[in-house]
């Protein structure tokens, strides 16, 4: 999960397979118009049950790399599946 900071767009893949694909064509296109673009690919990462009982606890450090990952890109694009005609849950 590691990003330069300096990548102005982070293309972010909820799930692999055809998402996966699809967020490495965004990247690819970022890049031919001159752009620094990366693939953060989710399902790499051990993401844990958002709980109360887990907010409670604090932010694990999983979490923490990822947070700044995401802050430190100007730029997002998110691929992920349909879940039920709306937004996945991840």
Same mark, same amino acid.
């Given at each position: 999960?590691?990003?330069?900071?300096?990548?102005?767009?982070?293309?972010? #893949?909820?799930?692999?397979?055809?998402?996966?694909? *699809?967020?490495?064509?965004? &990247? =690819? +296109?970022? !890049?031919?118009?001159?752009? $620094?673009?990366?693939?953060?690919?989710?399902?790499?990462?051990?993401?844990?049950?958002?709980?109360?009982?887990?907010?409670? #606890?604090?932010?694990?450090?999983?979490?923490?790399? *990822?947070?700044?990952?995401? &802050? =430190? +890109?100007? !730029?997002?694009?998110?691929? $992920?599946?349909?879940?039920?005609?709306?937004?996945?849950?991840v």
């Open positions: 999960m590691s990003t330069p900071t300096s990548t102005d767009v982070l293309v972010i #893949a909820a799930s692999n397979g055809h998402n996966l694909q *699809l967020a490495e064509r965004f &990247a =690819a +296109a970022a !890049r031919q118009q001159g752009q $620094s673009a990366a693939v953060l690919d989710l399902t790499t990462i051990n993401l844990p049950l958002f709980t109360p009982r887990a907010q409670v #606890a604090g932010t694990p450090p999983v979490l923490a790399a *990822l947070e700044a990952q995401l &802050a =430190a +890109a100007p !730029r997002w694009v998110i691929c $992920s599946p349909e879940y039920n005609g709306s937004i996945p849950p």
